[in-house]
């Protein structure tokens, strides 16, 4: 336990005559909360583990900055729920928010927001509204309405309560376009096993689905593994829809493969070096006897 310079973030404690003794019938939670005072030089002295992160300002005051439970780690980065949360609630048509990290799968962590609204907007939408005003790690890979959030008996988000997205994100289900071609339907599918969505529409953007740059690579090796297309992790970014991508890749026999660009690189450097090698002066025999 060490104490954090002025400004900078940690878990608060409290002490001092006013604190209670323990939670009264609960052992187990007393001895979690109510440790003994490392700082005290009063026998018997304890402080209380309030749970709450907060900073000290420079006026003397202290910063609420929000729950230690409510942090979490995604992909190496600490990521504060209850900061996404209220950047979501900025947004006129909700009317509450709940975020959770959901692992349904293993090795598969994705940034989950739940909510209710008075009109339904769409994830496109959702996620642009966040990107204004979050680092883009920040922003949640799949939206989902629902038409109440789960509370426990204390009146608190029952988080343990809320369902898997599968199934319930949300869709903009008029404009849903079904994948018309073998390609088309070929790419959907991969997209669909790996996003775990149950449907892919044809102009659906990869990120919308809840797409984030881990998946958009293990799709890339899908494609070029399973499919053997000759598609590069750039196209995946510019051609973002099942549709663009399957029409950009249907050119791909009247343009030179990778390979081929390669092996005309080689060739151009070759005929550029043979260019600029200099050439021997022929001179005849009567030439060098004049010069004899």
Same mark, same amino acid.
């Given at each position: 336990m060490r104490p954090v310079p002025l400004g900078a973030p940690g878990e608060l404690? $409290? #002490?001092?005559?006013?604190?209670?003794?323990?939670?009264?019938?609960?052992p187990s939670l007393t001895a979690e909360r109510f440790l003994p005072h490392p700082f005290s030089t009063t026998p018997g002295a304890r402080l209380y583990r309030t749970g709450d992160r907060a900073r000290w300002l420079p006026d003397g005051g202290l910063q609420f900055l929000g729950r230690l439970d409510d942090q979490v780690k995604l992909r190496g980065i600490r990521i504060e729920l209850g900061e996404v949360e209220a950047a979501l609630r900025l947004h006129p048509l909700l009317t509450d928010v709940a975020l959770l990290l959901r692992e349904d799968s293993p090795g598969d962590k994705r940034l989950v927001a739940y909510f209710t609204a008075s009109q339904a907007p769409q994830p496109a939408e959702l996620r642009a509204f966040l990107e204004q005003r979050l680092? #883009?790690?920040?922003?949640?890979?799949?939206?989902?309405?629902?038409?109440a959030l789960p509370l426990t008996a204390a009146g608190k988000v029952h988080r343990a309560a809320l369902p898997a997205p599968e199934g319930l994100q949300l869709r903009a289900q008029a404009s849903y376009v079904e994948p018309?071609?073998?390609?088309?339907? #070929? $790419?959907?599918? $991969?997209?669909?096993?790996q996003l775990r969505v149950d449907r892919v529409g044809r102009d659906e953007r990869f990120f919308d689905l809840g797409g984030n740059s881990l998946s958009i690579v293990q799709v890339h090796g899908k494609l070029r593994g399973v499919l053997g297309l000759d598609v590069s992790l750039a196209d995946l970014f510019q051609y973002p829809t099942v549709g663009a991508l399957a029409a950009h890749l249907s050119h791909a026999d009247e343009r030179p493969s990778t390979e081929e660009k390669g092996q005309r690189r080689v060739q151009a450097r070759r005929e550029r070096a043979g260019q600029r090698a200099p050439s021997r002066t022929h001179r005849s025999p009567s030439e060098d006897d004049q010069d004899e």
């Open positions: 404690f $409290i #002490s001092g005559v006013g604190l209670a003794r323990g939670y009264l019938g609960q680092p #883009s790690f920040m922003v949640p890979a799949a939206f989902v309405l629902l038409d018309g071609t073998e390609l088309e339907r #070929s $790419i959907a599918r $991969i997209w669909q096993e």
